[in-house]
């Protein structure tokens, strides 16, 4: 029985119209609207990480995707000009048969670092006047302040063994 359901919503999928998609027309027009853009704008053609064409509610939209908010900030300082440009190369290659949009979007991929599993390592600034480091503090007069010296001590000397092994792997 469960299969009979399966091959009836199967059939389903099949039988419905989707129209025709032809993957290689896809292809051109993506190549022709990333050549338009970035021919339109050739000072900020490396600062462009991705070009999208998306179709919302009968209004079609350019996604132009910059690396890095300097990019967007430029694109939004000539924006006039890059659309005079883009326009005029819109009509010389005529394009209206082959690429129809009506906006323009500009952001900034906001790309998630992937953070290593190891924590990177502080390198450490070693002073010369830190090594010789003695607590002069008499231990039974006071205690609590022979006790906070020898801390600062340990640190110390737990800084420079890591200086020193930073120092011998050649960081």
């Not at 050739?42 to 996604?63: F, N, W």
């Not at 010296?149 to 050649?170: D, H, P, V």
């Amino acid at each position: 029985m469960k299969q009979s359901d399966y091959d009836k919503r199967l059939q389903d999928l099949v039988s419905k119209n989707y129209g025709e998609f032809n993957i290689w027309e896809e292809v051109s027009k993506r190549n022709t609207l990333f050549s338009l853009v970035k021919d339109s704008m050739p000072s900020l053609a490396s600062g462009i990480v991705r070009i999208d064409l998306h179709d919302r509610a009968e209004v079609k939209s350019v996604v132009i995707n910059f690396a890095t908010a300097g990019h967007l900030k430029e694109y939004r300082m000539k924006e006039k000009e890059i659309m005079e440009v883009m326009r005029s190369l819109y009509k010389e290659r005529g394009l209206k048969d082959k690429l129809v949009f009506h906006k323009i979007e500009a952001k900034v991929l906001r790309v998630v670092a992937q953070e290593s599993e190891e924590k990177k390592e502080e390198l450490i600034d070693y002073m010369e006047g830190t090594e010789n480091f003695i607590n002069q503090v008499d231990r039974d007069k006071n205690p609590a302040l022979w006790r906070t010296f020898e801390e600062i001590r340990m640190i110390l000397l737990a800084k420079k063994e890591k200086y020193n092994e930073q120092k011998t792997r050649g960081l």
